[in-house]
Antibody, heavy 126, light 110 residues
Framework: QVQLQESGPGLVKPSQTLSLTCTVS??????????WSWIRQPAGKGLEWIGR???????NYNPSLKSRVTISVDTSKNQFSLKLSSVTAADTAVYYC??????????????????WGQGTLVTVSS | QSVLTQPPSASGTPGQRVTISCSGS????????VNWYQQLPGTAPKLLIY???QRPSGVPDRFSGSKSGTSASLAISGLQSEDEADYYC???????????FGGGTKLTVL
């Protein structure tokens, strides 16, 4: 059973960089055709996809956050990480890491998030 | 403002059947499959339905999904008190090149 666990500071000052790490257990982050994603949820609001990384290092980011986001992977530690720069109060949210699996049919693959971390609350405040 | 549109709330009594709708466009639901996630209070989202109507192992067959054109639906039959949660639809958007979510529907079991 794959498990994901987020870790990192729960409080970040405005204009600083938010840094989180997701540790994957129960399987190798390098095995299979999976992307590894970050998703966030402000209190009382919906889900917003931040970006993803493949174990090759290939990344995709949400255009609305692209200028501030960096996602990296450390396969030796079975971890992937998120950095979000120049944060403001609007970045306060629960941050989730998730595994993105493909459902492939007729040569086309459609992604879905099959495993999620428990989430970690990050508050941006001075 | 979410890209996919869901009703903010739904309700039903134990044993009833309820449906939750999800409306999108040709760039998302119209050309890609729909996934549904259940978020119990204070917990992370959990995959409920993938590829329009596929249930992961362990999800009861009381939950079913369907898609037609640019809309999708989640149906829950034999409603139980433990089904009280927020439900989110999601799909890849070919124009935005990101996965998009609905705003969520809060299901109350009366």
């Amino acid at each position: 059973q794959v498990q994901l666990q987020e870790s990192g500071p729960g409080l970040v000052k405005p204009s600083q960089t938010l840094s989180l790490t997701c540790t994957v257990s129960g399987g190798s982050i390098s095995s299979g055709s999976y992307y590894w994603s970050w998703i966030r949820q402000p209190a009382g609001k919906g889900l917003e996809w931040i970006g993803r990384i493949y174990t090759s290092g290939s990344t995709n980011y949400n255009p609305s956050l692209k200028s501030r986001v960096t996602i990296s992977v450390d396969t030796s530690k079975n971890q992937f990480s998120l950095k979000l720069s120049s944060v403001t109060a609007a970045d306060t949210a629960v941050y989730y890491c998730a595994r993105e699996a493909p459902y492939c049919t007729n040569g086309v693959c459609y992604p879905y998030f099959d495993y999620w971390g428990q989430g970690t609350l990050v508050t941006v405040s001075s | 403002q979410s890209v996919l549109t869901q009703p903010p709330s739904a309700s039903g009594t134990p044993g009833q059947r309820v449906t939750i709708s999800c409306s999108g466009s040709s760039s998302n639901i119209g050309s890609n499959t729909v996934n549904w996630y259940q978020q119990l209070p204070g917990t992370a989202p959990k995959l409920l339905i993938y590829s329009n109507n596929q249930r992961p192992s362990g999800v009861p067959d009381r939950f079913s999904g369907s898609k037609s054109g640019t809309s999708a639906s989640l149906a829950i039959s034999g409603l139980q008190s433990e089904d009280e949660a927020d439900y989110y639809c999601a799909a890849w958007d070919d124009s935005l090149n990101v996965p998009v979510f609905g705003g969520g529907t809060k299901l109350t079991v009366l």
